[in-house]
């Protein structure tokens, strides 16, 4: 499976943005799908995943009650709703499929495909 990231950009801290991460060369309802990031300098750390049919999600605890991943299967789609943003949320994310597991984990070495990475910046 390809994994395209899109929807980064630039805004104000408090706001908000919508990342996508849309599959194609298989049929996304069989991977289980993590969004991962990583700050300049840093070491990329798990943010959020969901389960193959979106009924469980892990959020990561410095982004619970801000972010909230979703999935649309029917678009192949797997979503990264951002809110409340702020300056240390700056980072490339990824998004990520592990095929073999069906509960969503922050393992990012059992994530067997990746995303080319969004750039989102947080100006204080």
């Known amino acids: 499976v390809q994994l395209q990231a899109s929807g980064g950009g630039l805004v104000q801290a408090g706001g908000s943005l919508r990342l996508s991460c849309a599959a194609s060369?298989?049929?996304?309802?069989?991977?289980?799908v993590g969004w991962f990031r990583q700050a300049s300098g840093k070491e990329r750390e798990f943010v959020a995943a969901?389960?193959?049919?979106?009924?469980?999600?892990v959020h990561e605890d410095s982004v619970k009650g801000r972010f909230t991943i979703s999935r649309d299967n029917a678009k192949n789609t797997v979503y990264l709703q951002m809110s409340s943003l702020k300056p240390e949320d700056t980072a490339v994310y990824y998004c990520a499929a592990d095929p073999r597991s069906l509960l969503p984990h922050r393992r990012g070495d059992e994530y067997d495909f990746w995303g080319q990475g969004t750039l989102v910046t947080v100006s204080s």
């Open positions: 969901i389960s193959r049919g979106g009924g469980t999600r």
């Open positions: 060369g298989r049929t996304f309802s069989g991977y289980v």
